[in-house]
């Protein structure tokens, strides 16, 4: 006998999250489950397809990270085109390419903070749904407003100089790039009238930072103990060890920062990751082979990043780091809300970077492709904003894609986000038979502190629609409740 | 230059060489009327029927049709401008056009067309036809999924002997224009690019040429169809 909570979004979109809370009869919570309706015909979708037409096409995976998966296919084409395995590009192909991830990184970045948890910080988590969301920050604090448009705005514009367009580009091809960076285009990006110019970029990913941590140290003890639970970290870093979201070598550290996947070279990851089937779920579930699935999962995006790089190559964001590596004395940082934190670490990384990147005469340079001997298969992984992407491409003699792979940040946060809502479920729905707003936003905190790929238009909109409702051990409803 | 004639275009007076055919005596006044099949320097055969105009009361095709003394010609009333809009959804529904993945964007005829018409959603409910793409040329790629069967290719990719790489296959519903097997295995670099510049669309490929003209700098993005003729 046991009951359960289903919270279910209204509207489907492209995708759409479902969770069920599983109780026995005495109120105790079973289990928790996180349903994610992905798309996952894609990986059949390109069997045939000409294999360079795949950074094109990928990016229809999703209308939040288009770019992610334009270059991380892009990348495995390297490979595929006798390029190198990530290293082998020109300079100008390899910037170029940077520059539009930390472009899309930073907007996508600014994008989540100042439309999805900046409202959470000023309203409160329990806050007016009705306020609670960039138009409530518009009305209360228009100049916060103004810069998450304007920084947003200036990484597509970013994007657009390099990829060719805001969404969808074609900028990234196998082997390199289609062209380079104009000198009016980076002028325009380096001295471009206020605001947007990247010293103002860098000023304002400070200022977010610095709003994050008053909310924080107001906060301190909801931020470290909301959804708080020990996991593994995965993520690429250079080889030095830095952060490094756009190339790298594979690395986990342990819940007490041990290493535990020791720099590997990812063309191989198929040795060191798989990826588990529920029945209950679309969503595989990748863990560490060497540890099996009940060890193995780990969390990948902004906090797994700062906890497997040991420093990051900029020195304003590499300050912050050393103030919020202080915070767990230098140990991982397991806190689901410190995400945030994280991520506007890196925010302010990828504007130092834009800054850096703009100032190196390797963008205007011409030459942009790279081509070696051909391969039959290519790896390629890049550190999306969300996390780790990786896809994996085959191909066949005529030059047609045999077997894709992807394996998305999203699923690779799958268990962990399962376990953020088992934990907020044990907290607030114990032994409960009427649902309250609290449970609801509760459950929606901890999912959006991953900012998954739920549905494009649920980020855009700022909230997720849930109907969440209660069933008894003889599947009668209980009690039901919508959120708009 | 000795046998101009006068015939009128939507109400304006036009002059032209006697035997012209009417897109083309449209051109030389600045009128455009647009094509699909219709390739300068090769017999036209009326395939598509986007140049349809109206003369005296009976919609022609104007690549096939030669131009007369006199004659009263309506092209861009609103009937026949809707015409045509409906020829284009047709062809997008009956093929699979995922434009943003097609190296031919930018470069196409078609999607240039259906800006041009301002083609939003078509009024046809998509077929979503299965489509095979053959991969099998060491060269050329021909994706069944966007050819729209205006025989360009037929009529103008041939061998030294005059015989064409492309042919008819199959009828009705299963027609399609195959690259010949044996002959795809030998066809040389520069006719499978010309192979690709004359296909309007998307349908012929040459292998491993994929987006290296940046989108924005292709032919299209900078001009709609037809802007090339003026006076
Ligand atoms: S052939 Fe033309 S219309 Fe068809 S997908 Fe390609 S660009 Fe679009
Ligand atoms: S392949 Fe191209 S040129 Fe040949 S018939 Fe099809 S659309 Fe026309
Ligand atoms: S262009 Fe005249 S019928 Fe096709
Ligand atoms: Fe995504
Ligand atoms: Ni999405």
């Known amino acids: ?484 | 230059m000795s046998n101009l004639i006068k015939f009128k275009i939507d109400g304006k007076e036009c002059m032209a060489e006697a035997g012209k055919f009417i897109v083309d005596a449209a051109a030389d006044n600045g009128i455009y009327i647009p094509t699909l099949c219709n390739m300068k320097g090769v017999k036209p055969k009326g395939a598509c029927r986007i140049c349809s105009v109206r003369i005296n009361g009976r919609l022609m095709t104007s690549c096939t049709t030669p131009v007369a003394d006199g004659m009263e010609i309506e092209s861009n009333s609103t009937d026949i401008q809707d015409l045509r809009k409906s020829i284009i959804e047709l062809l997008f529904v009956s093929g699979n056009h995922f434009c943003p993945a097609c190296e031919k964007s930018g470069n196409c005829e078609l999607q240039a067309l259906a800006y041009r018409y301002q083609m939003m959603v078509p009024r046809y409910p998509y077929e979503f036809p299965m489509k095979p793409v053959d991969a099998s040329s060491p060269r050329i790629i021909k994706d069944q999924n966007r050819c729209i069967f205006c025989k360009r290719c037929i009529k103008t990719i041939k061998d030294e002997t005059g015989r064409s790489y492309f042919v008819f296959r199959n009828r009705g519903h299963k027609l399609e224009v195959v690259l010949d097997e044996e002959m795809g295995k030998t066809i040389n670099s520069a006719t499978a690019h010309l192979a690709m510049e004359n296909c309007p669309v998307g349908s012929i490929l040459v292998k491993e040429k994929g987006f290296d003209t940046p989108i924005g700098k292709r032919k299209y993005d900078k001009e709609p169809i037809g802007s090339d003729i003026k006076l």
């Open chain 1, 1 to 484: 006998m046991s009951k359960k909570i289903t919270i279910e979004p209204v509207t489907r979109v492209e995708g759409h999250g479902k969770v069920t809370i599983h109780m026995d009869a005495q109120g105790n919570i079973q289990q928790s489950r996180l349903h994610i309706v992905e798309f996952r015909g894609f990986e059949r979708f390109v069997q045939g397809r000409p294999y360079w037409e795949a950074p094109v096409l990928v990016q229809r995976l999703c209308g939040i990270c288009p770019v992610s998966h334009h270059l991380a296919a892009a990348k495995a084409l390297d490979v595929i085109v006798g390029a190198g395995t990530g290293d082998g590009l020109t300079p100008t192909g390899e910037k170029m390419r940077r520059l539009m991830h930390y472009g899309q990184f930073f907007q996508s970045h600014a994008l989540h903070f100042f439309h999805l948890s900046a409202p959470d910080f000023l309203f409160g988590v329990d806050g007016d749904p009705a306020t609670r969301n960039i138009i409530g920050i518009a009305l209360t604090n228009p100049e916060l407003a103004v810069q998450g448009v304007m920084m947003r705005k200036f990484g597509q514009e970013i994007i657009r100089a390099t990829a060719g367009k805001k969404i969808h580009g074609t900028g990234a091809i196998p082997g390199g790039i289609n062209k380079n960076l104009s000198i009016e285009e980076r002028d325009e990006f380096l001295k471009g009238a206020d605001p947007l110019n990247a010293d103002k970029m860098v000023s304002w990913a400070e200022e977010a930072l610095d709003f994050f941590k008053k909310y924080y140290f107001a906060n301190k003890d909801f931020v470290d103990n909301f959804s708080y639970f020990p996991s593994n970290h995965l993520s690429l870093v250079r080889k030095d060890g830095a952060l490094d979201i756009y190339h790298g070598v594979l690395r986990a550290v342990d819940a007490d920062g041990k290493k535990i996947l020791h720099d590997v070279d990812y063309q191989d990851y198929d040795k060191y990751i798989e990826e588990e089937v529920r029945s209950w779920s679309y969503m595989k579930f990748p863990y560490l082979k060497e540890f099996g699935k009940e060890k193995g999962w780990y969390r990948v995006g902004p906090l797994a990043r700062l906890n497997t790089a040991d420093f990051i190559p900029t020195p304003l964001a590499q300050k912050e780091f050393e103030a919020y590596k202080a915070l767990t004395n230098g140990k991982p940082n397991n806190h689901c809300l410190h995400m945030h934190y994280a991520r506007l670490i890196e925010t302010l990384h990828a504007a130092e970077m834009i800054r850096e990147l703009l100032n190196d005469p390797d963008l205007l340079g011409d030459d942009l492709v790279i081509k070696g001997e051909k391969r039959k298969e290519g790896v390629g992984l890049i550190e999306a904003p969300r996390g780790t992407l990786f896809h994996h491409y085959r191909i066949n003699d005529n030059d047609q894609i045999e077997m894709a792979n992807l394996i998305v940040s999203t699923t690779n946060n799958n268990e962990p986000m399962n376990k953020a809502v088992n934990n907020v479920a044990k907290s607030v729905m114990t032994g409960k038979e009427v649902i309250t707003e609290g449970m609801m936003n509760a459950v929606e905190v901890a999912i959006r502190a991953y900012d998954p790929c739920l549905s494009c238009a649920t980020h855009a909109l700022g909230k997720m629609p849930l109907e969440l409702t209660f069933v008894g051990p003889d599947d009668q409803i209980l009690d039901r409740k919508r959120s708009h």
